[in-house]
């Protein structure tokens, strides 16, 4: 169940307002002043606040850490008369989910597994990894005919679109081509503007990666929706199989800054993945962990939608990653573990339908990366 911090109950009065008073007053006494010493806990908080506004990620999981190892955490002290007496300040709720968006800038990704593990080991990412074991070592045969009984849809439906030419893609072109045509007939001649376009577009996924296509195309509300439902299918997928997230990316601009060339993005950490790979050999259950979170977009798009338009570069990436292995995968094995990967993808996030909505609400809303994985645990919580 997932829960958030909160802040304890305040201590009651030592004194009630309700008291009897059946005996005389005393004569009145001056109470000794409290001057209360206060600590730096508020300004250590302005601190963290600080390190997640400026995604410096080591400083304010240092400062989490310090604070949970603290006894007692985060005091303040109190003098009376000389005595000195430490009373427990306590921490703001849901305060520590904010180091996850500090990680979106961090070089070091085993930094960014400390702050998920940080979080898991306090019991607020209660969902993280829970689905890490449904990866085991056996037979990965699956036919079309298997996948359609699966999920119920045909394979090409689980299949990226190249060009972007299906649904109402390709009424759009005929629509585009069709208003060339009449312009022409008009006397209009379009051909050195369109010539000039053309060049730019070609210019621009040569150069960028299609970085300024992608970007027009995020003013579409259709396009940017199905992206969003993208994206949110890698990060649910990546959460729920125990692989921190450093970041979603949905601005091509800043994607191509941070190396994903055209398009979105959702960057993840394999840690037994690497280490395997820096030992020169790669276990099926670690490859296939991968490729199930690299497919999971696609099993998003297929699920929301009936098929899927967007992957094509996932899908270049696992057919990389496929020709590296020792002995590599034929094209035969590649499509057999391709459909195996979006099977399994597309069933998790069947299971989990209600989490892959609210990710994709917060996506929408254009809310940070803990937020987002907040209202993942809240969905998971709420089903259960």
């Given at each position: 169940?997932?829960?958030?911090?909160?802040?304890?109950p305040l201590a009651?009065?030592p004194?009630?307002?309700?008291s009897?008073r059946?005996?005389?007053?005393?004569?009145?006494?001056r109470?000794p002043?409290?001057?209360?010493h206060?600590?730096?806990?508020l300004?250590?908080?302005?601190?963290?606040e600080?390190?997640v506004?400026?995604?410096?990620?080591?400083?304010a999981l240092?400062?989490?850490?310090s604070?949970?190892?603290a006894t007692?955490?985060?005091?303040?002290?109190?003098?009376?008369?000389?005595?000195?007496a430490?009373?427990?300040?306590?921490v703001p709720p849901g305060r520590?989910?904010?180091?996850?968006?500090?990680c979106?800038?961090a070089?070091?990704?085993r930094?960014?597994?400390r702050?998920?593990?940080?979080?898991?080991?306090?019991?607020?990412l209660a969902?993280f990894g829970k689905?890490?074991n449904i990866?085991?070592e056996g037979?990965r045969?699956v036919t079309?005919t298997?996948?359609k009984?699966?999920t119920?849809l045909?394979?090409?439906?689980?299949?990226?679109?190249?060009?972007?030419?299906?649904g109402?893609?390709s009424?759009?072109l005929?629509?585009?081509?069709?208003g060339?045509?009449?312009?022409l007939?008009q006397?209009v001649?379009?051909?050195?503007?369109l010539?000039?376009v053309?060049g730019?577009v070609?210019?621009?996924a040569?150069f960028?990666?299609?970085?300024?296509?992608?970007?027009i195309?995020?003013?579409w509300?259709p396009?940017?929706?199905?992206?969003?439902?993208?994206e949110?299918?890698?990060?649910?997928?990546?959460?729920l199989?125990g692989?921190?997230?450093r970041?979603v990316?949905?601005?091509?601009?800043v994607a191509?800054?941070?190396?994903?060339q055209?398009q979105?993005?959702?960057?993840?950490?394999?840690?037994k993945m690497?280490?395997?790979?820096?030992?020169?050999h790669?276990?099926?259950t670690?490859?296939d962990?991968?490729?199930?979170?690299?497919?999971?977009g696609?099993?998003?798009?297929a699920l929301?939608?009936?098929e899927?338009?967007?992957g094509?570069?996932?899908?270049?990436?696992?057919?990389?990653?496929?020709i590296?292995l020792?002995?590599?995968l034929?094209v035969a094995?590649?499509?057999?573990r391709a459909?195996?990967?979006?099977?399994?993808?597309y069933?998790l996030?069947?299971w989990h339908k209600k989490?892959?909505?609210?990710a994709?609400k917060a996506?929408e809303?254009?809310h940070s990366?803990?937020?987002v994985?907040?209202r993942?645990?809240?969905?998971i919580?709420?089903?259960?």
């Amino acid at each position: 169940m997932a829960t958030t911090t909160s802040s304890p109950p305040l201590a009651s009065p030592p004194f009630s307002s309700s008291s009897s008073r059946r005996f005389l007053p005393s004569p009145r006494r001056r109470l000794p002043r409290l001057r209360v010493h206060a600590g730096s806990s508020l300004k250590e908080w302005g601190d963290f606040e600080d390190a997640v506004r400026s995604r410096d990620l080591p400083r304010a999981l240092r400062f989490l850490q310090s604070v949970d190892s603290a006894t007692p955490e985060a005091a303040e002290e109190l003098s009376v008369n000389g005595a000195v007496a430490r009373v427990g300040v306590p921490v703001p709720p849901g305060r520590d989910w904010e180091v996850l968006d500090a990680c979106i800038d961090a070089d070091d990704m085993r930094l960014v597994g400390r702050a998920y593990q940080f979080l898991s080991d306090r019991g607020v990412l209660a969902s993280f990894g829970k689905c890490k074991n449904i990866v085991l070592e056996g037979p990965r045969e699956v036919t079309p005919t298997v996948l359609k009984e699966m999920t119920g849809l045909e394979a090409i439906k689980l299949a990226p679109k190249k060009w972007g030419l299906s649904g109402n893609s390709s009424y759009v072109l005929i629509g585009f081509l069709g208003g060339v045509s009449y312009l022409l007939t008009q006397g209009v001649d379009l051909r050195p503007n369109l010539a000039a376009v053309l060049g730019l577009v070609t210019a621009d996924a040569m150069f960028l990666g299609g970085t300024c296509v992608a970007q027009i195309s995020c003013f579409w509300p259709p396009y940017k929706r199905r992206i969003l439902v993208h994206e949110a299918g890698h990060l649910l997928t990546a959460y729920l199989m125990g692989c921190p997230i450093r970041g979603v990316i949905l601005d091509p601009f800043v994607a191509l800054r941070m190396g994903i060339q055209g398009q979105a993005g959702t960057q993840f950490w394999d840690e037994k993945m690497e280490k395997e790979l820096a030992e020169g050999h790669l276990s099926s259950t670690a490859f296939d962990r991968y490729c199930m979170i690299l497919f999971a977009g696609i099993a998003a798009e297929a699920l929301v939608y009936g098929e899927a338009e967007g992957g094509e570069n996932d899908e270049n990436l696992f057919r990389s990653l496929c020709i590296l292995l020792d002995p590599p995968l034929s094209v035969a094995q590649m499509a057999n573990r391709a459909r195996w990967s979006v099977m399994q993808s597309y069933n998790l996030l069947k299971w989990h339908k209600k989490a892959h909505r609210a990710a994709v609400k917060a996506l929408e809303s254009g809310h940070s990366l803990s937020t987002v994985i907040r209202r993942i645990e809240e969905a998971i919580s709420s089903d259960r």
